[in-house]
């Protein structure tokens, strides 16, 4: 397993951006996909978006599509998350996950096998 740990949060306004990093420790981040995922307060977790070992292929949230991107830098075991054009609906606690599997890229919750403490995302109208 990796240990991970996001940063990036804060409180924006509607139309504004931010960048989460997560950090990662222990063996063999690359050989982990990656995704994001966010939950808000009396709602299920949801998937956001998730990239594959070496970063070559991304997938995305419909709601998402278009204004974040997902990406990954193996040499500092860290991935990020871009969000941009902010909306209110976005705040939610964010949290980065690894999935371990060597398959196709997957949005299930339970495939993932460590998960961050989450960052809180909040956007003001």
């Known amino acids: 397993q990796v240990q991970l740990v996001e940063s990036g949060g804060g409180l924006v306004q509607a139309g504004g951006s931010l960048r989460l990093s997560c950090a990662a420790s222990g063996r063999a981040f690359s050989s982990h996909a990656m995704a994001w995922f966010r939950q808000a307060p009396g709602k299920e977790r949801e998937f956001v978006a998730a990239i594959t070992r070496i970063g070559t292929s991304t997938y995305y949230a419909d709601s998402v599509k278009g204004r974040f991107t997902i990406s990954r830098d193996n040499a500092k075991n860290t991935v990020y998350l871009q969000m941009n054009s902010l909306k209110p609906e976005d705040s939610a606690v964010y949290y980065c996950?690894?999935?371990?599997?060597?398959?196709?890229?997957?949005?299930?919750?339970?495939?993932?096998?460590?998960w961050g403490q989450g960052t809180q995302v909040s956007v003001s109208s």
């Open positions: 996950a690894a999935d371990p599997r060597f398959l196709a890229i997957t949005t299930m919750p339970t495939d993932f096998n460590s």
